[in-house]
């Protein structure tokens, strides 16, 4: 994506709750320019990133002047991350009925699923009730706060983009419905223009390790779901694997957005 908040920006957040519905609103960051072309050329080292961005951090730290300056602080961080405009997201535990439609509908479609094979009577299906009841409340989803925003691209200079987004986030699926248009034209830049989000499954998590000493930390990669292992890349498969797994959706070079 064009606009990748999902491996080159940060977040800073505040909350505020209630008793019938906790909500978490967040910033969104782009990285500089620099660090996230170094992050990038170690796209398939994703356990080196924290140290790319360590290692980044202590250079630009040197470099700034320090003297008690209390705009030290604002400079380097200017140097690491800048804030997007008006792309704050707000994160909830209940779904919006109308911008979360798709992860209600799906929900409800596999709960249905579900009865089906449960039933005794396979033939006789009860109807699910589309209410939060009936949700998955490890899920958290979110919307943007002013609906959609126009960013500047950071693949093609001089372009912007008008993105809207939402997101759900469980524990082993994410939903990512992240469109760009052109602010002009309207005609779509990226995202899918059947309006399906991407349905992204879990296949591994990070798994912090310790050594003797309390500062050293490390990090383990570990498969959760070995059947899609093959699609982290070429030392988790074989090449006939990757070939016959690729010849389902239509080949490499499959128009997946079309």
């Known amino acids: 994506n064009d606009h990748d908040h999902d491996n080159s920006s940060s977040s800073s957040s505040s909350s505020s709750s209630s008793p019938q519905s906790p909500k978490l609103r967040m910033k969104l960051f782009t990285l500089?320019?620099?660090l996230e072309g170094q992050m990038r050329r170690k796209a398939q080292s994703p356990m080196e990133w924290p140290h790319v961005y360590q290692e980044y951090v202590t250079r630009i730290a040197a470099a700034t002047t320090s003297k008690e300056n209390d705009d030290d602080d604002?400079?380097?961080?200017?140097?690491?991350?800048?804030?997007i405009p008006k792309c704050d997201v707000e994160w909830s535990c209940q779904p919006d009925p109308q911008q979360h439609e798709y992860y209600l509908r799906?929900?409800?479609?596999?709960?249905?699923?579900?009865?089906?094979?449960?039933?005794?009577f396979p033939h006789h299906t009860t109807t699910t009730n589309n209410n939060n009841n009936n949700m998955d409340h490890d899920a958290y989803h979110a919307i943007m706060i002013y609906g959609e925003a126009i960013v500047n691209s950071q693949m093609v200079p001089g372009q912007q983009i008008r993105i809207q987004d939402q997101l759900s986030l469980g524990n082993t699926e994410f939903w990512i419905h992240d469109r760009g248009f052109d602010p002009l034209t309207g005609d779509y830049i990226y995202g899918n223009q059947k309006n399906i989000p991407y349905h992204l499954k879990r296949v591994?998590?990070?798994?912090?390790t310790t050594t003797t000493t309390t500062t050293d930390h490390s990090y383990q990669r570990v498969v959760v779901n070995p059947e899609l292992q093959w699609t982290l890349g070429p030392q988790w498969r074989e090449e006939q694997e990757y070939i016959e797994r690729m010849e389902i959706i239509g080949g490499t070079s499959?128009?997946?957005?079309?």
Do not use: C, Y
């Open 74 to 83: 604002d400079k380097l961080r200017q140097q690491i991350v800048q804030e």
């Open 106 to 120: 799906e929900t409800q479609q596999q709960q249905q699923q579900q009865q089906f094979q449960d039933s005794p």
């Open 32 to 34: 500089s320019p620099d």
């Open 254 to 258: 499959a128009q997946i957005n079309s």
């Open 204 to 208: 591994t998590t990070v798994v912090e």
